[in-house]
């Protein structure tokens, strides 16, 4: 069995660190197609107002302060991405919530799927301890490709798009961090951006749409950003209808803050079976998964800090032992809070000594198009290693706004991993006080009479 009992206690970390705070901003959205004649076409109804090759991020407090509670304050989110909760299932919540399985866009979506054709696998169940229950199952045969029981990675079904779980590519550090974007980020981005460092950001659509600016960030940096769902659930324990929302949702609201819609997305937990890859195949998503994981998430919890550094040492040992001569690798990492990020600065340099490449998953793949907009074109593995650049996305030439940049030596490194151990993240989220919606209306009325 691969799925820890501990997923619940990482759910609750989750929501500890996003999600201290309601939505109640207003304002208009797209509109949505009513009739889907392709279901694949899905995203262009999605009406963005976001160039993602010529994002500017504003210079607030919370965008250039290294201090997470200065980050973590509310802030308004920016013009070109107007909030409507009423558009949106709720924070943290499976995604059907708030009606959004009722939608005339989602049922667009979901009635011009022939789910005739999807795989006969049964919606798995949870134990009371939150950990998946896997009685009766044959492991043996593993008919359904469940990752959570097997690590299988090659579906069973037809139709259905194989997992990416390593880079192919020798020497090769595929790197990957899940569960942003941290409202705290500012120093592990700034850090990345000062070292030139790409990596593929596993996006969770309720932070989207509460830290808009941090999802902007990602894709102004030249970052891959990938789909990590809405409400970070086991998804073989969802039914078709929340798998797709939890999806689709999730989808829109990268397409709509950041102007790019993925075509890679990963399971929570790595949870997923055939039928799950089914649903994500309709949307043109491939399942990216990993082959090392760090267990960074547990540190200080279920895993002692010290234990979390020595499978970073371990695993950074095997590229100088020459374990990945011959192909690389995908390591889970995460930006789920101070101790992670943390974590990804102190290691990073060990990381680059130790692997010929460190990069992300869709440039280590040669995937140049990693969007469904061709507008954003990604370089070459050979082209990246040799820092020839990919003309068409301006974003990897782009600089991110700071107010300080970290400088590339070990000492800077440092400081900004202590600056971040110290650190408590706060999230404030997207909300209107009530003399905010007072002081609106005056502005309003002031403007009309």
């Known amino acids: 069995m691969y799925i820890k009992i501990s997923a619940i206690a990482v759910t609750f970390l989750q929501i500890a660190s996003f999600s201290q705070a309601a939505t109640t901003a207003k304002s208009s959205s797209s509109s949505a197609a009513t009739t889907l004649s392709n279901t694949q076409d899905y995203w262009k109804s999605f009406n963005s107002l976001v160039d993602p090759n010529n994002i500017t991020i504003a210079s607030i407090l919370q965008t250039t302060s290294n201090d997470p509670t200065v980050e973590c304050t509310y802030y308004q989110p920016p013009s070109n991405f107007a909030y409507d909760e009423s558009e949106w299932p709720t924070l943290w919540e499976t995604a059907t919530s708030n009606g959004m399985a009722e939608t005339s866009e989602f049922k667009a979506l979901y009635n011009s799927i022939d789910w005739s054709k999807a795989p006969n696998i049964s919606v798995r169940t949870l134990n009371s301890d939150g950990s998946i229950d896997m009685t009766g199952y044959d492991e043996g045969t593993d008919p359904d490709c469940w990752w959570s029981a097997t690590t299988c990675t090659k579906p069973k079904h037809d139709n259905v798009n194989e997992d990416i779980y390593t880079c192919l590519e020798p020497d090769t550090w595929g790197l990957t961090y899940d569960d942003g974007p941290n409202c705290s980020h500012n120093a592990f981005y700034d850090y990345l951006e000062a070292q030139n460092i790409k990596a593929s950001m596993f996006y969770i659509g309720s932070n989207v749409v509460n830290w808009p600016y941090g999802a902007q960030r990602g894709q102004k940096a030249g970052h891959h950003l990938a789909d990590h769902t809405w409400s970070h659930q086991l998804m073989t324990t969802l039914n078709n209808t929340e798998v797709l929302a939890e999806l689709y949702y999730t989808q829109k609201a990268i397409k709509m803050v950041t102007g790019v819609t993925p075509k890679h997305w990963r399971p929570a937990f790595g949870d997923v079976d055939d039928r799950v890859r089914w649903i994500a195949t309709q949307l043109n998503l491939t399942t990216i998964l990993w082959n090392l994981d760090t267990d960074d998430w547990a540190a200080g919890t279920s895993e002692t800090l010290d234990d979390v550094k020595k499978t970073y040492e371990d695993y950074i040992e095997m590229g100088s032992n020459g374990t990945f001569k011959n192909s690389g690798q995908i390591t889970l990492t995460h930006e789920i809070d101070n101790t992670t990020m943390s974590l990804a600065i102190e290691f990073l340099p060990k990381i680059r000594a130790a692997y010929k490449n460190v990069i992300d998953i869709a440039t280590c793949s040669n995937i140049t198009y990693p969007y469904q907009e061709t507008t954003v074109k990604f370089p070459t593995f050979s082209e990246a290693v040799s820092n020839v650049s990919s003309t068409t996305n301006t974003t990897t030439a782009v600089p991110v706004a700071s107010s300080s940049s970290v400088a590339a030596n070990s000492s800077s490194v440092a400081a900004v991993a ?32």
């Open 418 to 449: 202590a600056n971040q151990n110290s650190a408590t993240t706060t999230s404030a989220g997207i909300q209107i006080h009530p003399n905010s919606l007072v002081l609106f209306v005056f502005v309003i009325a002031a403007y009309l009479f």
